[in-house]
């Protein structure tokens, strides 16, 4: 008989169950992170190489499309998770489409590469929020331990994070890119064993679904599944093989107006019909606020992946010692900064206990920070730009300032959903905060394939400045967040510490890298 949640310690000081989720986590962003550290070089490398040859614009708006339907697609698979599944099956079925889709991005066609992006960004969706919310029902709602269980659960996605450049970019630069993409594929098959190996630790609160439906519905929903799954194929391989007479920056400025309307509708269905009482309207209320600056965080922060990448490849020198070492590797960089600077922040916060920042001042903070790393990548580019590429520092500096941002927002973030979401639309509510990376991650994408029209120093001023207005915004709303979070100064330090704690060890997302998906 295992013990219950709050009394288990065997894994660190945290329920056995934590281990079974922190490697699953680990796995999957390592999947997911090295092929993501490909994918705008692979999409504009040149068709003699093995690339596809997309001009920038169309790569990185197929690149912003991608990765916002990856957060995006975890407000579907929070429903189903709740009303069918059960968080466990969830992780399971998700894991499953994601390798899937990793190997069909390792064989050689623009059909398998575009069906591939589908069934990770399905996967993911189903994957990414119900895992989270796995980690939360392993600990009762007032075990001191939770936030620093979500530390060391942060720790697995970074860690993951910094181990795929290195393998998985190597091999797709160096060797071949399908290899890349396959050894992504390899990762996923890993976590997924080693998840149905561990189930048994779970304790069993993510089995059943919250709500479970009467089996005529749930035949329904099975079919409307694999209709949609169909459909999704389709419209995707349709798209990317010319089949469909719409541009990628076309259909990504759709979305990002598609993805705005679903979230507002969202959070008004929630305050206007979905039954809620005062307390819990104005806890979701807070959290439509911080969704806003969230969403600006990220599509400053996911440029990473994007124009930073380009970046790294086209304007910065990367020989050391003679070889040239791969552009995918500045990939590395910000989850390393995460597992180094993480002890820091629990220092800090421990230390400064409920004098600690406040949720909507660490939004504040973060942005700001993002802002200032975007400064210096303005500096590095104006130089580039006369012709000379500049030294590695800069991007090591400005993913310095990023990752600093980072664990000012991203971990408290994700600690603030899982307390404020009403318990009977927790899964929903977590896969509407991933919609946040979601959106961010479009207009990232949207951003960055301006390079040609704006130059390069020209994007990142842009992001900078609206980084750092965002970060003044933020602060002079800090106030009236706290209003409705119905947090004093005592709670926002429990509840902003999710790297607050010794105990935690190095930790650390977007989801973005991370972090992030």
Sequence with gaps: MPSTPSQDSSFLGHPRGLATLF????????????????????????????GLGFDTPTAAAIFGLYTAGVYLSALPGGYLADRLWGQERAVLYGGILIAAG???LAVPSKATFFAGLVLI?????????????????LYAS???????????????????????????GTLGEKVDWHWGFGAAGVG??????????????????????????????????????????????????GLGIGWIPLTAVQLANFAAIAIVSMAIGF???LLVMGGLDSMEKKKVAAIAMLFIFASIFWAGFEQGGSSLSIFARDMTDRVVGGWEFPASWFQFVNSFYVMLLVP????LWTRLGSRQPSVPVKFAVGLTLLGAGFLVLTRAA???????????????????????????????????VTRLAPERFAGQMMGVWFISMSLGNLLAGLVAGKIVQWSMSGVFFGVAAVCMVAGVLMAGLAGPVKGLMGQGNRADAEMDSTSASSAAGPATEPVGSSSSP
């Design 382 to 416: 104006q130089l580039a730009e006369t012709g000379a590429k500049v030294g590695l520092g800069w991007l090591v500096v400005a993913y310095f300032l990023h990752t600093c941002g980072e664990l000012c927002l991203s971990p408290v973030g994700l600690s603030m």
């Design 121 to 137: 960004v399905l996967g993911t969706g189903l994957l990414k929020p119900n895992i989270s919310i796995l980690v939360g029902r």
């Design 344 to 347: 820091v922040f629990a220092v």
């Design 267 to 269: 959070f008004a269905y």
């Design 102 to 104: 990793h190997f069909s």
């Design 188 to 237: 996923m098959v890993l976590g997924l064993v080693q998840f149905v190996l561990g189930k048994k630790k779970l304790e069993g609160p993510g089995m059943q679904a919250h709500r479970p439906p009467t089996e005529p519905l749930a035949r329904k929903i099975r079919g409307q599944i694999f209709v949609g799954l169909g459909l999704g194929a389709c419209l995707a391989v």
């Design 23 to 50: 490697f699953t986590e680990m796995w999957e962003r390592f999947s997911f992170y090295g092929m993501k550290a490909l994918l705008i070089l692979f999409m504009t490398g040149a068709t003699v190489q093995g």
């Design 142 to 168: 007032q075990d001191e331990r939770r936030e620093a269980g979500f530390s060391l659960f942060y720790m697995g996605i970074n860690l993951g994070g910094f181990l795929a450049p290195l393998i998985c």
